[in-house]
């Protein structure tokens, strides 16, 4: 299976633009030790996290886990070519309850980036999240609690939402394991 780095890769994006973690910090809101743990390989952070430091930099969320993008009008990426994310942790140090997969990482100019979430555990922490751009979950296991902005709406296997990505957002498991297909648009 192939290993992302996506420390390494936000290290070179602001080593390119002879930026300091403390003028990415102020700009993205992110603390400086949570930059440099992610810049480590220490944590994975979550997808909105991701979102918004690919909005800084001006790429795609893709960007982080490409390997060599080819010039091909499709891409196949067999289930073990895929990695799993598993260390997803915020700010605070407390973990997000689930792990993801890239479904693409070698396909050129994008314009989505699809993702497999399983949310593997029910967490207290219930801090919402925002980043430019939109979204797609289609809940493909299990039975999920969509934090939208003010609204809490539950969502059980077959069920899909669309929304705009700048609400506040997170997705909570209420049950042992949940599978959804999560598809970010810049």
């Not at 003028?23 to 743990?37: H, K, R, W």
């Not at 990426?77 to 693409?104: A, K």
């Not at 709406?153 to 077959?158: D, F, H, R, S």
Request: charged share 30%.
């Amino acid at each position: 299976m192939p290993e992302y780095n996506i420390g390494a890769k936000i290290r070179e994006l602001r080593s390119a633009k002879k930026l300091t973690l403390q003028d990415v910090a102020n700009e993205t809101g992110f603390s400086t030790s949570l930059l440099s743990q992610i810049e480590n390989n220490n944590i994975s952070p979550p997808i909105a996290t991701l979102a918004k430091i690919a909005n800084f930099f001006d790429v795609r969320i893709g960007h982080f886990f490409a390997e060599e993008e080819e010039e091909s009008p499709f891409e196949v990426l067999r289930c073990s070519e895929r990695t799993v994310m598993p260390r997803v942790i915020s700010e605070d140090g407390s973990r997000h309850g689930y792990f993801f997969e890239s479904l693409s990482v070698r396909k050129k100019n994008k314009k989505m980036d699809p993702f497999l979430l399983t949310l593997n555990e029910q967490v207290t922490n219930t801090s919402t999240y925002s980043h430019n751009g939109e979204e797609f979950l289609f809940i493909m296991k299990g039975k999920a609690e969509l934090l939208l902005d003010d609204q809490r709406i539950v969502l059980e296997e077959g069920d899909c939402v669309y929304f705009d990505s700048n609400l506040k957002h997170r997705l909570l498991s209420v049950c042992d394991e949940v599978k959804v297909l999560a598809v970010v648009v810049r």
